[in-house]
């Protein structure tokens, strides 16, 4: 079957680095889509990555690694307005996303 | 409008009743999606559309139906509800299908 593992929670401080994992299983892959969510709002599109390797967007940066079914999202410089949930989805050979149950992200001032 | 717009934006239903909810979305994006979305459960595909005159299943369709009549607009019909249907409902849309996803503001739907 198909499969988006990423933590349920994370509390992280003001000012501060975190790093939000993904593992994934899925039948084929066309590219890996990180999406911001804030509570009681839609998501919103925040990164995509097809290749292996690093994409970095101002403060926040999202890795691939392909052969091992793993990315991460990186936000650096955390500000309150950053407390989300954060959706890890993956684009499967049908062109459809299958997408993880999303990370939410405290941050303590 | 700009973007992509769903109407009600709450709505509660007795079992049994039927309902649609609206999308309607002004970018002239040719793929668009229904999702679900339950508490501790990643968003699921409920039905898509790639082009207008087609649609197609996604992961959990049924006791959904949906109809893509032209560019714009892509409603979603629960032809008779059930209370395991409660859920916010977010339609989607993007340029093609393997482009990133807009989303609307969602609904949110419940069922006694």
């Known amino acids: 079957g198909q499969n988006i593992d990423q933590p349920t929670e994370m509390t992280a401080t003001e000012g501060a680095i975190v790093q939000i994992n993904c593992t994934y299983q899925?039948?084929?892959?066309?590219?890996l889509f990180w999406y911001q969510q804030h509570a009681g709002e839609a998501p919103t599109f925040l990164s995509y990555n097809v290749l292996d390797g690093l994409e970095e967007k101002g403060r926040f940066s999202s890795f691939l690694s392909r052969s091992k079914g793993y990315s991460y999202l990186l936000l650096k410089e955390l500000q309150m307005k950053d407390s989300a949930s954060y959706l890890c989805a993956v684009m499967d050979s049908n062109y459809q996303l299958i997408w993880g149950a999303g990370t939410k992200l405290i941050i303590k001032p | 409008i700009a973007g992509i717009t769903q109407a009600p934006t709450s709505q509660i239903l007795a079992a049994g009743r039927r309902m649609t909810l609206r999308c309607t979305q002004d970018?002239?994006?040719?793929?668009m999606y229904w999702y679900r979305q339950d508490l501790g459960l990643g968003l699921r595909l409920i039905h898509y559309s790639n082009t207008a005159g087609t649609t197609g299943k996604g992961e959990v369709p049924d006791g959904y139906s949906v109809s893509r009549a032209n560019t714009d607009d892509f409603p979603l019909t629960l032809a008779s509800a059930v209370p395991s249907q409660t859920s916010v409902y977010f339609c989607?849309?993007?340029?093609?299908?393997?482009?990133?996803?807009?989303f609307g503001p969602g609904t949110r739907l419940t069922v006694l």
């Open positions: 989607a849309s993007s340029r093609q299908g393997m482009d990133e996803q807009f």
């Open positions: 899925t039948s084929g892959f066309n590219g």
């Open positions: 970018m002239r994006h040719n793929a």
